[in-house]
């Protein structure tokens, strides 16, 4: 890169390849990247790297076969230091092409564009962020725009769950071991690239999902008193669930993430022709930032046994979705005031004006790995969470084109 003075934004706007950006985006949805098969991407993304002319590019293995890929747009020097970070895996594809039969948006890999959106698996979660990251490089390049501080691109697998065996921040915990022994760098700020529509989420709520087992007695049907009936019990569990989701919502709200609730999400139970000897529910606790895990879990666990259970009646607690944290994933609690996140936001709304508004997101992902090394991080992306892991995931090119020139406005100010 020359070493010009930053281009204006509108200089941004006039450099930005907007065919080239829209077919990079079109490759990266036509790869299949369902969790467990990040490996089929790196390829393309690393060429991609190789383009920019960035420095270090590494792909390693977070578990056989499932690598991470990073690399490095090395500053001139004595400028602040910025990661572009998102996962590369995707959720499953089951029911897409039944959904979409005859369409053009048939194959959940085709990228087809309809009405100035492009369709396909991965394209809001979360492929159009880091399609985003590379060609708001690409567009600094074009400026002749030299930055001073570095800008890190680090791609990571296994963020999303449902596979079996897969989805627990394996590439996260890999890259975080290569921050701890200085192997990639430390920023001093972090945009995680899940999907905001723009907005600037530097705050998020914390999650835990609990599995019980409410375990009775079966028994035959003509003889009810022989068994212990656990769906029964079961229903007096829920009442106590309930009572405890209302004292949470009731305790107040968080400026940008709101109020901390229990959903039951799934109940499985009962007997053929018999006193149900087993009843099987799953819950979702959402936490506020601010709120303890451990004591999320004390709670729940007290409150499912003051239910009024038989004295036979036995209860079982599994928590199956550690992340950051054994029993879950802790809230972001990030600084809205942080002048990256301002100046992010800044930059957004001089692009779009209706944009670029700090909000809390209404999702868990990856940033509280980086709050835990006390790197502050916010997530921003063009594409809209709420059309994300269904049959109608899309992105909206002019929203895509958008986020690469306010990213590479906001790279040309904060490191420089």
């Keep these: 890169m020359t070493s010009q003075p930053p281009a204006s934004l509108p ?42 002319g960035l420095d ?44 979409w039969a005859g369409d053009e948006r048939e194959s959940p890999f085709s990228g087809a564009i309809v009405d100035g959106e492009m369709w396909g698996r991965g394209a809001s979660d979360l492929k159009a962020g880091l399609c985003t990251g590379i060609s708001a490089l690409a ?82 049907v003509g003889l009810p008193e022989k068994g212990v009936d656990a769906l029964k019990a079961a229903n007096a569990v829920l009442t106590e669930l309930w009572r405890l989701s209302d004292r949470l919502a009731a305790a107040g709200d968080h400026d940008l993430v709101g109020r901390a609730f229990i959903l039951v999400t799934s109940i499985e139970g009962g007997g053929y022709i018999a006193v149900p000897g087993e009843c099987r529910l799953s819950l979702l606790r959402k936490l506020r930032p601010g709120e303890s895990l451990d004591t999320a879990r004390e709670e729940i666990e007290a ?33 809205p005031t942080h002048p990256a996140v301002v100046q992010l936001a800044e930059a957004v709304r001089t692009v779009r004006p209706d944009r670029g508004r700090i909000l809390g997101g209404p999702f868990w992902s990856e940033a509280p790995f980086l709050a835990d090394m006390g790197i502050p991080s916010a997530y921003f992306a063009p594409g809209d969470i709420q059309i994300c892991h269904g049959l109608e995931e899309r992105v909206s090119l002019d929203e895509y084109r958008d986020g690469i020139v306010a990213l590479s406005a906001f790279l040309a100010d904060y490191c420089n």
């Excluded at 390849?17 to 490996?39: F, M, S, W, Y």
């Excluded at 004295?311 to 972001?332: Q, S, W």
């Design 11 to 52: 200089a941004f706007h006039n450099v930005l390849d907007l065919p080239a950006a829209i077919g990079r985006l079109q490759k990266a949805i036509g790869i299949q990247t369902v969790t467990g098969n990040e490996a089929n991407i790196i390829p393309f993304f690393r060429s991609e790297f190789e383009k920019l």
């Design 56 to 99: 270090d590019i590494t792909t390693r293995d977070f578990l056989p076969g499932r690598p991470n890929l990073w690399g490095t747009l090395r500053g001139a020097g004595g400028g602040r230091k910025v990661m572009i970070i998102g996962h590369t895996d995707t959720v499953h594809v089951r029911g897409w092409s039944e959904r």
């Design 139 to 220: 567009t600094l390049k074009a400026a002749g725009t030299s930055l001073k501080g570095d800008v890190t691109l680090a791609f990571v697998g296994d963020e999303e769950s449902g596979e079996l065996g897969s989805g627990v921040s394996g590439g996260m915990r890999a890259l975080v071991d290569a921050m701890k022994t200085g192997e990639v760098a430390r920023p001093d700020f972090a945009i995680y690239v899940e999907p905001t529509t723009l907005d600037i989420y530097p705050a998020h709520m914390g999650f835990m999902i609990v599995d019980i087992t409410v375990t009775g007695r079966t028994s035959y």
């Design 303 to 335: 409150a499912v046994m003051a239910a009024d259970l038989h004295p036979d009646i036995r209860v079982a607690f599994v928590y199956p979705a550690g992340r950051n944290h054994p029993l879950g994933g802790t809230p972001l609690d990030g600084d």
